[in-house]
């Protein structure tokens, strides 16, 4: 007989029922509390997932823009890896799908975002091919711009809707939540204290949960916008921006280390530093930058160290200013480098240098073979291993030095010098002394080198010179050649570049300058010296038979005077006098020829004693009335004069020379004066006249030796007054003149006073 449970049983298996009752309601609103978290889980993934999309479909925009500007195969390639992300992310994204709005929403973005990558990759396409931007700008702005707006209304209703689905998930968990614990405190009043602390944990628990998630979805909202910032920054720096971490391997290396270094991006991520540094100073350096990275100082700007040198990929050093700065993340540290190649600059400083040492040496001597010599020496010092100096004589040319940084090669050099040059074969310096122009050859082949010689012997020599790289210019102006210089590169490696070549005019023109001074200075030596001989012939070879002259007609005279009665003697004396003043005008202009020779060789005799000035003008006066004529000679002295230091026969030829020209050039019925008055520690002379006066420009001439004034007037040389002024800058004066056209000149010289 089947037998129902008992009250007692029943009251003992009601709080199991309750229990077991309570057990499955809480196993039941766990999995409805489960499914609310992972629907919110999904959800913010979602809209996590959204806004790293949103966030690459803006660096994409930003990188084709950046393209577009300016075509880089390194930008291409970060272009192509944007778009895969971007795909990447919108896969996950379908993958996730819960609604349908979703895959709409979804769906749209995936349309707008390949019609900007069909307009953009077509814009990119003609830009690599080479249109200019100018071109695509109206496709830019009427087809991607537009396409553009499209995607960003698609991604923020994306947005949106990610963002709404998560809030609608957080409110539905809340709720679940909250009705499982007024479910808990009736269905298990015994348990009501464990299910308290599970719900308090659960809900402490969903909050940490849901914060973390926001604060996730910030960080990485603005991670994203600043990493996207940093590389763009980064890449169109011109400097050279490098970072390495805690074992000094390179994190980060920007297009313009790329372009400093020759290195790619991808060839030296990930290796040790030192491989950008010569040799010789990677261990110093390793050592440098493990104190900074361990020492209190944070950073250091550029140009508070000196210079550095890097190494390019091609094994060329090149010296650098650097700023280094520190960063901590984590516990660890992350140096960066920003470094910037100032090799152009201080090449530029060193062919300044080169070319005031050489304008030094230069202007420092007129033999211009041993200026040029000194030149080469300094050339091989800096900007040659090799350097010849080719000089044009006539239909010839030799080398007047070669000159080598080596010395001991002096016995190649002699032997390259010694041998003769036919100006009609090839040599090296051929083609720029029959162009006239500048040569250069980067890179000298040996079929080149072989063009160059005249002979195996020639060629010989300069396959021991072993040039590499080779340039030329020339010497000369634009009426004729001189020369050349020749600069050649062997063991240094030194490949020449047109900067080089822009140097090495610059050396040329200032060479080309102190040889054609030179050769003038020599030219005008030879006059000097040519001039020096006539003049001793004059005073020699002309003065004897003009004495022989002057002595036997006043033998005639004195014989005519004294027959006494002859009628006719009249006429023939007349002649004699004409003779004896003729020699006379003679004598005294190859005195002056004399007196300009002794000025220029600094012989001209000078003997002082004080002189009476009074006595000196009224001699002057009187010397000069037989010239007078009629014109006044007036002498003009006010009160009391001291004496000067002068040499009287030398001052009285000053005398001479002023009044013959004053008393020459006054018309009939001037005025002529003579006289002078105290100024200070000397005695200022004076002639004053009333005749025609001078312009400026013969003002500007007056003192020139041979110059005259009126080119028809032939009674001078035009010395006079040169002699003068030579006189007077002996005595320790100075000659000046004052004239105005129609109003006369005053001549005005100084003499010390005597004691």
Not at 141 to 159: H, N
Not at 696 to 720: K, N
């Amino acid at each position: 007989m089947h037998r129902f449970p008992s009250t007692a049983t029943t009251m003992v298996l009601i709080p199991v029922l309750i229990a077991v009752g309570a057990l499955l309601l809480v196993l039941r609103v766990g999995r409805v509390e489960q499914g609310a978290l992972r629907r919110y889980d999904i959800a913010s993934g979602q809209a996590f997932e959204a806004e790293r999309l949103n966030a690459e479909s803006e660096h994409l925009g930003r990188m084709a823009r950046g393209y577009l500007l300016s075509p880089n195969p390194l930008m291409r390639e970060e272009i192509e890896v944007s778009i895969r992300q971007f795909d990447d992310i919108l896969r996950r994204m379908l993958g996730a799908i819960q609604t349908p709005r979703e895959r709409e929403l979804l769906e749209e973005s995936a349309r707008a975002e390949a019609r900007i990558r069909s307009i953009a990759l077509g814009l990119i396409a003609l830009r690599h091919r080479g249109a200019p931007l100018e071109q695509l700008l109206p496709r830019v702005t009427g087809e991607l711009q537009p396409a553009r707006d499209v995607l960003d209304e698609k991604l923020q209703a994306l947005l949106r809707y990610e963002r709404g689905e998560m809030e609608d998930a957080r409110h539905q968990a809340g709720e679940v939540t909250g009705g499982a614990v007024r479910v808990y405190l009736l269905a298990v009043p015994f348990a009501v204290g464990i299910l308290v602390a599970q719900a308090v944990l659960t809900m402490r628990e969903f909050r940490r949960r849901r914060e973390a998630q926001e604060e996730a979805e910030r960080n990485a909202a603005e991670r994203a916008a600043s990493e996207a910032q940093f590389a763009g920054i980064i890449s169109i720096a011109a400097d050279a921006i490098i970072s390495i971490d805690e074992a000094q391997r390179i994190s980060i290396f920007n297009s313009g280390a790329e372009a400093i270094f020759g290195y790619g991006a991808l060839e030296v991520l990930g290796k040790p530093l030192e491989m950008l540094l010569p040799e010789r100073f990677r261990a110093h350096h390793h050592q440098f930058v493990q104190a900074f990275a361990e020492g209190a100082v944070e950073s250091r700007r550029m140009g508070a160290r000196r210079l550095i040198f890097g190494l390019r990929k091609n094994g060329e050093e090149f010296p650098a200013e650097a700023a280094i700065s520190r960063l901590r993340l984590d516990g660890k540290y992350i140096l960066t480098v920003i470094l910037r190649d100032v090799s152009a600059q201080k090449r530029v400083e060193e062919e300044q240098r080169f070319l005031v040492r050489a304008g030094e040496i230069l202007s420092s001597s007129l033999e211009h073979e041993r200026t040029l010599s000194s030149v080469a020496q300094l050339a091989v010092q800096s900007l040659a291993d090799w350097c010849i100096v080719y000089l044009m004589e006539g239909e010839q040319v030799r080398r007047s030095e070669v000159a080598h940084r080596n010395p001991g090669k002096q016995v190649l050099a002699a032997a390259v010098q010694s041998i003769r040059l036919d100006v009609h074969q090839p040599f090296l310096a051929r083609e720029v002394l029959v162009r006239r122009e500048p040569v250069l050859i980067p890179h000298v082949t040996a079929e080149q080198l072989a063009s160059m010689a005249q002979s195996p012997e020639h060629l010989g020599l300069l396959q021991q010179l072993d040039p590499r790289s080779f340039m030329g210019v020339p010497l000369g102006t634009n009426e004729r050649i001189l020369g050349a210089l020749v600069f050649v590169a062997s063991e240094s490696g030194r490949v020449y570049i047109e900067g080089d070549l822009e140097f090495a005019r610059g050396l040329g023109r200032l060479a080309s300058l102190a040889v054609e001074n030179a050769r003038s200075y020599q030219a005008a030596r030879r006059a000097t010296q040519a001039r020096d001989e006539v003049l001793g012939i004059v005073a020699h070879d002309l003065r004897s038979p003009l004495s022989a002259i002057v002595l036997g007609t006043q033998m005639l005279q004195r014989w005519l005077r004294a027959r006494s009665g002859a009628a006719d003697d009249g006429p023939a004396l007349e002649v004699l006098g004409k003779i004896v003043s003729s020699a006379g005008r003679m004598n005294r202009l190859i005195d002056d020829l004399l007196d300009v020779a002794r000025m220029e060789a600094g012989q001209l005799s000078i003997s002082l004693a004080p002189q009476p000035t009074e006595a000196l003008l009224r001699e002057a006066r009187e010397a000069a009335r037989p010239q007078d004529g009629a014109v006044h000679l007036e002498l003009e002295v006010t009160g009391a004069l001291p004496p000067v230091l002068a040499d009287r026969d030398r001052l009285l030829q000053v005398f001479s020379n002023l009044l013959g020209n004053a008393l020459k050039f006054t018309p009939p019925g001037g005025r002529v004066s003579v006289g002078a008055r105290e100024e200070g520690s000397h005695v200022c002379f004076f002639v004053r006249d009333t005749g025609p006066g001078l312009g400026p420009e013969a003002l500007a001439h007056i003192f020139d030796r041979f110059w005259q004034g009126a080119r028809g007037d032939r009674r001078g040389a035009g010395l006079g007054l040169s002699i003068a002024r030579g006189i007077v800058e002996a005595h320790g004066g100075k000659m000046r003149v004052e004239s105005e056209p129609g109003r006369g000149s005053t001549f005005l010289y100084t003499v010390p006073v005597a004691g």
